[in-house]
């Protein structure tokens, strides 16, 4: 009896204070507009009913622990609120907003996101004017923003300057942001700027660790304003869904997603999610960029999945692509590591046509690099569309220079043995005007995959003989191809079960003086006649057919036929035959 008498006061105690704190949580308090708020504001744990409007009339408030508002008709205007509070949520309506689209909202929407984790807009149309900092909208904490179908005009009375950023998601040793979900809204960007304006103007720059953003849309209607849309400079997840963004700046910089990479996340990789969205995208810079910055001091690992979005260039502007990796650093003894892996599904690449414009261009794909770290790049296309409908332009003067576009552009520049690519395009389509793959001077190394495609191009071209580092390894499988320029890649080459078919009847074999390539081709067949043929460099055998002079579309040389192929050296402006081939074939063709 005496050890049970304790726990019941014990019990009781316990109870009692839970009553007190229920009594105290449901205590409310009704705000008195024509008295000074700050005084009434004495009590921490209390709700505080504000039912009429209450004019600060520019002051500064402190708001007590642990209360909560509940705005009942009225609202809190003209002042500054600080501190948090513990409502579920705050609306901007509640703080001042009008709504209409014309009023400034811009304090209102400040004031919800400074004071609570989620700001629930009312499906109006808000103006953003205003700003007293370099950001419009800072995130130093966990937030969410409930759009509920709202609009967020931009008008051209917002200041813009140098590098400025409407949501700004900040992480550093003062700050901690780890979640942050944006939903629901729109954004309206009507700010022109002249086309000099070297700036940058992003919607969303991302330093904080998760971000979820579905279901926003953002349109540009404002010229040279060099819009970004979503820039990541530090994030270790950010998940992209169901966003539609139009972003046709015609400036010189700008895009739709910009992964400027300044420090590795602690926890390892950075990874990048898009689905189902919908960008057009015109301007000169590209419209997803995977990047590290020169600031960059330490490895950089990237991982992204782009799925079932669509991607489209009107080409008003000369462009250099829908997705770029790119690392300029140099890491000097330091050599850093540069890793990224990309998976591409189900999306469709449309590149428009523009007469106006005839030198416009629009990449699928490009790969640069122009420092000197151990880079490690991999993409792969699963069951995607591309269709460039792009211009295509040709010079074909004394030095038949090439001239053209391409979708696929491989790494270049100062290329290492440490370095590898690959570039794998399976289960899709593809239609160009202009070729299909390209390699820039100075060095490729390169794994080329092509299995179950059909292309539709004027030439395949890779081209990568007058390097001494490295080689592009192509397989090609279960493809139909049609091509303009019967033209092989510049490496080594296996091709199996695949119908070329041309308005030639025999295929440009490109080889090289310096590397010793091979080539072979099984079960493959062009317009029809049956190919197979294993052809490699050897040093003494060689077996000619005849010598002729052959007019290529784009190069007029000397070339040997040889069972149907035509062999020539790989660096097309150069017109001597190798004359260390072996062959072995069973295709007599001629040209028509």
């Given at each position: 009896?005496?050890?049970?008498?304790?726990?019941?006061?014990?019990?009781?105690?316990?109870?009692?204070?839970?009553?007190?704190?229920?009594?105290?949580?449901?205590?409310?308090?009704?705000?008195?507009?024509?008295?000074?708020?700050?005084?009434?504001?004495?009590?921490s744990?209390?709700?505080?009913?504000?039912?009429?409007?209450?004019?600060?009339?520019?002051?500064?408030?402190?708001?007590?622990?642990n209360?909560?508002?509940?705005?009942?008709?009225?609202?809190?205007?003209?002042?500054?609120?600080?501190?948090?509070?513990?409502n579920?949520?705050?609306?901007?309506?509640?703080?001042?907003?009008?709504?209409?689209?014309?009023?400034?909202?811009?304090e209102?929407?400040?004031?919800?996101?400074?004071?609570?984790?989620?700001?629930k807009?009312?499906?109006?149309?808000?103006?953003?004017?205003?700003?007293?900092?370099?950001?419009?909208?800072?995130v130093?904490?966990?937030?969410?923003?409930?759009?509920?179908?709202a609009?967020?005009?931009?008008?051209d009375?917002?200041?813009?300057?140098?590098?400025?950023?409407?949501?700004?998601?900040?992480n550093?040793?003062?700050?901690?942001?780890?979640?942050d979900?944006?939903?629901?809204?729109?954004?309206?960007?009507?700010?022109?700027?002249?086309?000099?304006?070297?700036?940058?103007?992003?919607?969303?720059?991302?330093?904080?660790?998760?971000?979820?953003?579905?279901?926003?849309?953002?349109?540009?209607?404002g010229k040279?304003?060099?819009?970004?849309?979503?820039?990541?400079?530090?994030?270790?997840?950010?998940?992209?869904?169901?966003?539609?963004?139009?972003?046709?700046?015609l400036?010189?910089?700008?895009?739709?997603?910009w992964?400027?990479?300044?420090?590795?996340?602690?926890?390892?990789?950075?990874?990048?999610?898009?689905?189902?969205?919908?960008?057009?995208?015109?301007?000169?810079?590209?419209?997803?960029?995977?990047?590290?910055?020169?600031?960059?001091?330490?490895?950089?690992?990237?991982?992204?999945?782009?799925?079932?979005?669509?991607?489209?260039?009107?080409?008003?502007?000369?462009?250099?692509?829908?997705?770029i990796?790119?690392?300029?650093?140099?890491?000097?003894?330091?050599?850093?590591?540069?890793?990224?892996?990309?998976?591409?599904?189900?999306?469709?690449?449309?590149?428009?046509?523009?007469?106006?414009?005839?030198?416009?261009?629009?990449?699928?794909?490009?790969?640069?690099?122009?420092?000197?770290?151990?880079?490690?790049?991999?993409?792969?296309?699963?069951?995607?569309?591309?269709?460039?409908?792009?211009?295509?332009?040709?010079?074909?003067?004394?030095?038949?220079?090439?001239?053209?576009?391409?979708?696929?552009?491989?790494?270049?520049?100062?290329?290492?043995?440490?370095?590898?690519?690959?570039?794998?395009?399976?289960?899709?389509?593809?239609?160009?005007n202009?070729?299909?793959?390209?390699?820039?001077?100075?060095?490729?190394?390169?794994?080329?995959?092509?299995?179950g495609?059909?292309?539709?191009?004027?030439?395949?071209?890779?081209?990568?003989?007058n390097?001494?580092?490295?080689?592009?390894n192509?397989?090609?499988?279960?493809?139909?191809?049609?091509?303009?320029f019967?033209?092989?890649?510049?490496?080594?080459?296996?091709?199996?079960?695949?119908?070329?078919t041309?308005?030639?009847?025999?295929?440009?074999?490109?080889?090289?003086?310096?590397?010793?390539?091979?080539?072979?081709?099984?079960?493959?067949?062009?317009?029809?006649?049956?190919?197979?043929?294993?052809?490699?460099?050897?040093e003494?055998?060689?077996?000619?057919?005849?010598?002729?002079?052959?007019?290529?579309?784009?190069?007029?040389?000397?070339?040997?036929?040889?069972?149907?192929?035509?062999?020539?050296?790989?660096?097309?402006?150069?017109?001597?035959?190798?004359?260390?081939?072996?062959?072995?074939?069973?295709?007599?063709?001629?040209?028509?």
């Amino acid at each position: 009896m005496r050890r049970i008498l304790p726990i019941i006061f014990v019990l009781a105690v316990i109870a009692g204070l839970f009553f007190v704190s229920k009594i105290d949580a449901k205590e409310k308090i009704l705000i008195d507009p024509h008295l000074d708020l700050q005084d009434q504001l004495s009590r921490s744990g209390v709700t505080y009913v504000i039912d009429s409007d209450v004019d600060l009339a520019g002051k500064e408030i402190n708001l007590p622990l642990n209360c909560m508002l509940d705005f009942e008709g009225g609202s809190i205007r003209n002042g500054i609120i600080k501190g948090s509070v513990n409502n579920d949520y705050l609306c901007p309506e509640w703080f001042g907003a009008k709504g209409d689209g014309v009023s400034d909202d811009t304090e209102p929407i400040r004031q919800c996101i400074s004071m609570s984790k989620k700001v629930k807009l009312q499906g109006k149309t808000y103006c953003i004017k205003s700003r007293n900092v370099h950001d419009v909208f800072l995130v130093d904490h966990d937030l969410e923003i409930d759009g509920s179908g709202a609009t967020l005009v931009l008008p051209d009375e917002l200041y813009v300057d140098y590098n400025s950023s409407i949501w700004l998601f900040h992480n550093d040793e003062s700050k901690d942001v780890k979640n942050d979900y944006f939903h629901d809204f729109n954004i309206d960007v009507r700010v022109t700027k002249t086309p000099d304006f070297k700036g940058n103007f992003y919607m969303f720059n991302l330093f904080s660790e998760n971000i979820r953003i579905s279901n926003v849309n953002v349109k540009n209607d404002g010229k040279y304003n060099n819009l970004n849309a979503f820039t990541i400079c530090y994030a270790k997840d950010v998940e992209i869904r169901n966003c539609n963004v139009e972003n046709e700046s015609l400036s010189s910089i700008g895009g739709i997603l910009w992964v400027m990479m300044k420090d590795r996340p602690a926890g390892g990789r950075t990874h990048i999610s898009l689905k189902d969205c919908q960008f057009i995208h015109d301007a000169k810079d590209e419209t997803v960029c995977f990047s590290s910055s020169q600031v960059n001091k330490t490895d950089c690992d990237i991982k992204f999945e782009v799925s079932d979005c669509v991607f489209t260039s009107p080409n008003n502007v000369k462009g250099s692509g829908f997705i770029i990796l790119y690392d300029n650093r140099d890491g000097g003894d330091a050599m850093y590591n540069y890793r990224i892996d990309g998976r591409v599904e189900n999306c469709k690449f449309l590149s428009k046509r523009n007469a106006d414009k005839s030198d416009t261009d629009r990449r699928v794909l490009a790969i640069q690099r122009s420092g000197n770290t151990r880079a490690s790049w991999n993409v792969e296309f699963d069951n995607c569309e591309f269709y460039d409908a792009s211009s295509y332009s040709h010079v074909n003067g004394d030095n038949n220079k090439w001239s053209c576009n391409y979708l696929f552009g491989l790494p270049s520049y100062k290329v290492g043995k440490d370095n590898s690519y690959s570039i794998k395009i399976i289960r899709s389509k593809i239609k160009t005007n202009n070729s299909v793959f390209n390699a820039y001077t100075g060095g490729t190394a390169a794994d080329i995959v092509m299995d179950g495609c059909e292309v539709e191009c004027k030439a395949l071209r890779l081209s990568n003989a007058n390097s001494d580092l490295n080689v592009a390894n192509v397989k090609v499988h279960k493809c139909m191809i049609k091509t303009e320029f019967p033209y092989s890649f510049g490496g080594n080459e296996i091709w199996s079960d695949s119908e070329i078919t041309s308005s030639y009847d025999f295929f440009l074999v490109p080889f090289s003086k310096k590397l010793n390539l091979k080539k072979q081709f099984n079960k493959c067949s062009v317009n029809g006649n049956s190919l197979r043929v294993d052809v490699k460099n050897g040093e003494k055998e060689m077996h000619v057919k005849k010598y002729c002079t052959w007019s290529h579309p784009i190069y007029n040389q000397k070339t040997e036929t040889i069972d149907g192929i035509l062999a020539t050296d790989a660096f097309p402006r150069n017109a001597n035959i190798s004359k260390d081939l072996i062959i072995k074939g069973s295709l007599n063709v001629s040209k028509k």
